[in-house]
T-cell receptor, first 111, second 114 residues
Framework: DQQVKQNSPSLSVQEGRISILNCDYT??????FLWYKKYPAEGPTFLIS?????DKNEDGRFTVFLNKSAKHLSLHIVPSQPGDSAVYFCAASDSGYALNFGKGTSLLVTP | ETGVTQSPTHLIKTRGQQVTLRCSSQSGHNTVSWYQQALGQGPQFIFQYYREEENGRGNFPPRFSGLQFPNYSSELNVNALELDDSALYLC?????????????FGPGTRLTVL
């Protein structure tokens, strides 16, 4: 039962434009959300997170938005750079031990 | 500072065999979590070890077991391998328990079961 869903397997964006990656979740007990980035042959690396008490968190070019009523979050990358090309995983936690991951979205930023 | 390392990188086994995967935590981290990432899927939580004790487990059968050693390195053991066990196995270490502490992932071990 997939509790975290990333419905877009892939996304292609031109360099300098905005990349928007979306994520939906079904478990209302989730209260902490994270985005991880994964390059080939490397483990996922933490990118940015947001607590359920906030609706926005910003870190440089990366901003995560949370809409609790819609059980939806999104990651905005502005401006997108070729080095941002990677697989992005959305993850959620209910403050327990596990991170619940989506299937990932492969982002390609073209020059 | 050394990051999380895993060995071996790749492994091929046959059905019914047993396998042991290893993980060295990042320095100063006392918690290790293991995840299974099947092809085309996101990582799925197997279990977490904190100071040598299992303190959280996902929906995996008992043939998946683990150990954490006093130096906080860890092993994942899988008995009676099945074809569906073919996956990338990721280890993550963190400075504290739970999922809220930042988890640092290793590059993974690719297991193929024939």
């Amino acid at each position: 039962d997939q509790q975290v869903k990333q419905n877009s397997p892939s996304l292609s964006v031109q360099e300098g434009r905005i990349s928007i990656l979306n994520c939906d979740y079904t478990n209302s007990m989730f209260d902490y959300f994270l985005w991880y980035k994964k390059y080939p042959a490397e483990g996922p690396t933490f990118l940015i997170s947001i607590s359920s008490i906030k609706d926005k968190n910003e870190d440089g070019r990366f901003t995560v938005f949370l809409n609790k009523s819609a059980k939806h979050l999104s990651l905005h990358i502005v401006p997108s750079q070729p080095g941002d090309s990677a697989v992005y995983f959305c993850a959620a936690s209910d403050s327990g031990y596990a991170l619940n991951f989506g299937k990932g979205t492969s982002l390609l930023v073209t020059p | 500072e050394t990051g999380v390392t895993q060995s071996p990188t790749h492994l091929i086994k046959t059905r019914g065999q047993q396998v042991t995967l290893r993980c060295s935590s990042q320095s100063g981290h006392n918690t290790v979590s293991w995840y299974q990432q099947a092809l085309g899927q996101g990582p799925q939580f197997i279990f977490q070890y904190y100071r040598e004790e299992e303190n959280g487990r996902g929906n995996f059968p008992p043939r998946f077991s683990g150990l954490q050693f006093p130096n906080y390195s860890s092993e994942l053991n899988v008995n009676a391998l099945e074809l569906d066990d073919s996956a990338l196995y990721l280890c993550a270490s963190s400075p504290g328990q739970g999922a809220l502490d930042e988890q640092f992932f290793g590059p993974g071990t690719r297991l193929t079961v024939l």
